[in-house]
């Protein structure tokens, strides 16, 4: 089992910046994969970004240039940098935890998620 604990949200104005963090801690794989999913009201949950343990990104159309994923291994923890938020990033945004490679390739974790409110 994987925990994961999801920190960082709240509400923001339109242009201004916002920071998340999640842990994740119990059973951890050397290789994973996290990341961060958003669901907005009456939309199907997306990708935002996600990150290998080895530093490779993956980022959702919607918010590349704006938003940067980086992660401490040691910690186990990633973080999203959002910058130049707009009112259409006003979502929940999820933290995912997945195992990369070996017999449980793909066994996934999900946060409870953390609300991210863009609005002036």
């Known amino acids: 089992q994987v925990q994961l604990v999801e920190s960082g949200g709240g509400l923001v104005q339109p242009g201004g910046s916002l920071g998340l963090s999640c842990a994740a801690s119990g059973s951890i794989f050397s290789n994973n994969a996290m990341g961060w999913y958003r669901q907005a009201p009456g939309k199907e949950r997306e990708l935002v970004a996600s990150?290998?343990?080895?530093?490779?990104?993956n980022y959702g159309d919607s918010v590349k240039g704006r938003f940067t994923i980086s992660r401490d291994n040691a910690k186990n923890t990633v973080y999203l940098q959002m910058n130049s938020l707009k009112p259409e990033d006003t979502a929940v945004y999820y933290c995912?935890?997945?195992?990369?490679?070996?017999?449980?390739?793909?066994?996934?974790?999900w946060g409870k998620g953390t609300l991210v409110t863009v609005s002036s």
């Open positions: 990150i290998t343990s080895g530093d490779r990104t």
């Open positions: 995912k935890y997945e195992v990369v490679g070996g017999p449980w390739n793909g066994m996934d974790y």
